[in-house]
T-cell receptor, first 115, second 116 residues
Framework: AQKVTQAQTEISVVEKEDVTLDCVYE???????LFWYKQPPSGELVFLIR??????QNEISGRYSWNFQKSTSSFNFTITASQVVDSAVYFC????????????FGTGTRLTVIP | EAGVAQSPRYKIIEKRQSVAFWCNPI?????LYWYQQILGQGPKLLIQ????????DSQLPKDRFSAERLKGVDSTLKIQPAKLEDSAVYLC??????????????FGSGTQLSVL
């Protein structure tokens, strides 16, 4: 069975601080994809990154960086120099490749950046 | 590129009433999904269409929920009759079909349903 755990329910940081959002996943599939989505107050889910299970190379995109460690089944997301516009709920998700397409979402982490 | 359109944005109904949501996916996207997001939880897949055929509806409460995608474009999701526990945000998403590399889904802004 697939499962995604985001242990941090809410995080508050002061603007310009760095913050890391944790994501731990479980799957028996050998091929899978991991995602991070941002959900601002408007409600729409915004795609941030996709990583497949064979690619453990970390990625940096501007102020965002992702650390994928297959050995610990973790896919953590770091925002450097946080800004007020980063305030949102962030979801980690696992896509299982076998069977019908499906994304399994974690329960989300609400990030509040205080000016 | 236009995004996934959903309407209405908000809906308030009383329990046992019926309600319908509409979704217009991104043009050319063969795959359409309906997700239910209860407050404090991640989105849960209700149903997935490939063109106008159902790929996965294993988590759809079929005694009260129904969905259709006529002509493989727009889709409607209906709840009849609604229960209090149906209060949630209903998200529609679409993607271009590729079972091997379904890279990302494009989500609409959702319909926030409150059942009183």
């Amino acid at each position: 069975a697939q499962k995604v755990t985001q242990a941090q329910t809410e995080i508050s940081v002061v603007e310009k601080e760095d913050v890391t959002l944790d994501c731990v996943y479980e799957t028996r599939d050998t091929t899978y994809y991991l995602f991070w989505y941002k959900q601002p107050p408007s409600g729409e889910l915004v795609f941030l990154i996709r990583r497949n299970s064979f690619d453990e190379q970390n990625e940096i995109s501007g102020r965002y960086s992702w650390n994928f460690q297959k050995s610990t089944s973790s896919f953590n997301f770091t925002i450097t120099a946080s800004q007020v516009v980063d305030s949102a709920v962030y979801f980690c998700a696992l896509f299982k490749r076998t069977g019908a397409n499906n994304l399994f979402f974690g329960t989300g982490t609400r990030l509040t950046v205080i000016p | 590129e236009a995004g996934v359109a959903q309407s209405p944005r908000y809906k308030i109904i009383e329990k046992r009433q019926s309600v319908a949501f509409w979704c217009n996916p991104i043009s050319g996207h063969a795959t359409l999904y309906w997700y239910q997001q209860i407050l404090g939880q991640g989105p849960k897949l209700l149903i997935q269409f490939q063109n106008n055929g159902v790929v996965d509806d294993s988590q759809l409460p079929k005694d009260r929920f129904s969905a259709e995608r006529l002509k493989g474009v727009d889709s409607t999701l209906k709840i009849q009759p609604a229960k209090l526990e149906d209060s949630a945000v209903y998200l529609c998403a679409s993607s271009s079909y590729d079972r091997a590399t379904n890279e990302k889904l494009f989500f609409g802004s959702g319909t926030q349903l409150s059942v009183l």
